[in-house]
């Protein structure tokens, strides 16, 4: 874009410059599969599949792959942006891993959520919000999970839930995770 008085080149608004594509050509396939269930004029109804989708396939949500989505689904880049920092499920920033999201809400707390959350913290050597240095586990807080009558609970990689998680099965849940970060 030219100013006409000043003949100087401006760069133009974010959002109209061409938006790199960031994913595989199967990522955009299911995303199309998810926009599909919508009407046209719903495409943007599609945006936390295909945030799904992507972090799948990239591990986290750089503001790069938001906009990349944001721009597949003709979306401001700030509204994916609020979606994906609106949901503890995507991950904004590089992780670990394998995430482990450890639900305290005040039911599981009192259930023995806070102490298996503290007990992770001793096995692991991290806070909550923190990654081990060798980038294999990612601690966190979660909010309810609907499962308050099986804490304390914990989601794994944000799919997998595991219950009733005392000191041994952390222990080998522990294990599990270890040996398939160790191989991958
Ligand atoms: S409070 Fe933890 S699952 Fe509901």
Not at 8 to 31: G, H, Q, W
Not at 38 to 58: N, R
Not at 63 to 85: G, R, W
Request: glycine share 6%; aromatic share 6%; hydrophobic share 40%.
């Amino acid at each position: 874009m030219q100013t006409s008085e000043s003949n100087v080149t401006l760069n133009p608004p974010v959002e109209t410059r061409p938006v790199a594509r960031k994913l595989s050509d199967d990522a955009y396939r299911r995303i199309d599969r998810e926009v599909s269930k919508f009407p046209p004029e719903g495409k943007m109804s599609a945006v936390m599949a295909a945030l799904g989708i992507a972090q799948d396939e990239t591990g986290w949500l750089s503001v790069e792959v938001m906009a990349d989505v944001a721009s597949y689904l003709d979306m401001p880049a700030i509204a994916v942006q609020e979606v994906a920092t609106f949901y503890n499920m995507y991950n904004v920033r590089p992780l670990g891993r394998h995430k482990i999201t450890v639900c305290t809400n005040l039911p599981c707390a009192l259930s023995g959520g806070a102490r298996a959350g503290d007990y992770l913290k001793d096995r692991l050597g991290i806070e909550y919000q923190e990654t081990t240095p060798d980038g294999a586990f990612t601690l966190q807080e979660g909010e309810c999970m609907g499962a308050c009558g099986d804490a304390p609970v914990m989601l794994v990689n944000n799919k997998r839930m595991v219950s009733w998680m005392s000191d041994e099965k952390i222990d080998a849940l522990l294990d599990e995770l270890s040996s398939k970060a160790a191989t991958s």
